[in-house]
């Protein structure tokens, strides 16, 4: 096979009589191939040499065929993982590709990494144990990776009538490891029909901001701005005690 060393080359000699032989008639053999470790797979002439005449003979040297085939090229098995979702990581349950001979594996991104969402390829080689008969091989397989789901709810809020409204504010859910709203590129925006004027009741503070961001999908759930009434201060004031015509009101009464 190809990288294997010349095997030792042998011939027959026909023509010889009785006892004779190749070495008691002075002919030791010697054979000349150009291939070697580094030949591609065909068919390499064997050449033998040697005297031409030897005691008693005229020699013939026929050539022969080394054939250098190919080593054997593993069979890879490897089905397409199952979707991810962004902020899943490479498990090794996903890493299980197989061949039809012992031998070694290598992934390319390995265990444990995290992919942007999108298509990746994900790659294996694969050295066999016997390297004399089977040839190293590759493969990949396409993973898929989902948006993940990002919840974005504003927050209640409260104020009198007659203020302004105050800063809107809003929590995220959904975000992975030390992703941010503005890291992934969304300005949250406020919307809210309520101002100084208005009314005591309840008003919706919408949020909004892109439905897409890098790696997520984004959902914006809005909240109640309260408006409420201003306090009506309680007031207590005893009546004063009756008067007499021609008296005027002191302070003491009011």
Not at 186 to 196: G, R
């Amino acid at each position: 096979r190809v990288g294997q060393r010349n095997p030792t080359f042998t011939a027959t000699a026909s023509g010889l009589v009785a006892d004779d032989s190749l070495a008691g008639i002075g002919i030791d053999l010697a054979y000349a191939c150009i291939a070697d470790e580094q030949s591609a797979p065909g068919d390499y002439a064997i050449t033998p040499s040697g005297p031409a005449e030897a005691v008693n003979y005229l020699v013939t040297y026929v050539p022969a065929v080394l054939k250098v085939i190919p080593r054997d090229i593993p069979a890879i098995t490897w089905a397409a993982p199952a979707a991810m979702v962004y902020g899943e990581v490479l498990a090794a349950e996903q890493l299980v590709a197989t061949a039809d001979t012992p031998g070694v594996f290598v992934y390319d991104p390995p265990a444990g990494t995290q992919f942007a969402a999108g298509t990746h390829t994900l790659h294996v080689t694969f050295t066999p144990d016997d390297a004399v008969n089977w040839s190293p091989t590759e493969a990949t397989v396409e993973l898929s990776v989902a948006r993940a789901v990002l919840t974005v709810t504003a927050a209640d809020a409260v104020r009198r009538v007659g203020q302004r409204n105050p800063t809107f504010t809003a929590t995220a859910s959904g975000l992975v490891a030390d992703d941010s709203l503005a890291g992934i590129g969304i300005d949250l925006a406020y919307a809210c029909i309520a101002d100084e004027q208005s009314a005591p009741g309840d008003y919706a503070i919408t949020p909004s901001g892109p439905a897409e961001a890098v790696n997520y999908l984004v959902t914006y759930v809005p909240a109640v701005l309260k408006v409420i009434p201003r306090d009506i201060p309680a007031i207590t004031w005893a009546a004063p005690a009756a008067m007499v015509y021609g008296e005027v009101l002191a302070a003491e009464q009011l």
